[in-house]
């Protein structure tokens, strides 16, 4: 196996609440991920999203990570670091609050083989 740089950004874009989910995650079962860090934000700040980290099959309780009412302007939590990803787990997050129709990012960094 070979250790790879990961760095993995999904887009969403907020509904009309202000909500919206984004996951990113391993695409093959031979791809594991090793991530460092979750990072969000939000396009436009003038409603402060909070957002919710998670790292397993679903957004779940049993599967929270960290959270942040600074989901808009740009936070990011080393949490997802205890967790290995494999194929079928993604990284999550959940924003509520942000303004509707902005775009919501998530990155995750760290490592991954392949």
Not at 6 to 22: C, F, I, M, R, S
Not at 48 to 67: H, K, R, W
Not at 103 to 114: C, N
């Amino acid at each position: 196996m070979t250790t790879v740089p990961l760095n993995e950004t999904v887009p969403v874009v907020l509904n009309g609440a202000g909500g919206g989910t984004a996951k990113v995650g391993p695409l093959t079962a031979r791809e594991v991920w090793h991530p460092s860090a979750a990072a969000v934000k939000v396009s436009t700040i003038e409603n402060e999203a909070q957002c919710l980290i998670y790292v397993g099959d679903s957004p779940t309780q049993a599967n929270f990570m960290d959270g942040t009412y600074s989901g808009s302007s740009g936070d990011s939590s080393d949490r997802v670091g205890a967790t290995t990803v494999r194929v079928g787990w993604y990284v999550w997050a959940v924003w509520t609050g942000g303004d509707p129709g902005a775009t919501a990012t998530l990155t995750v960094t760290g490592t991954k083989d392949v």
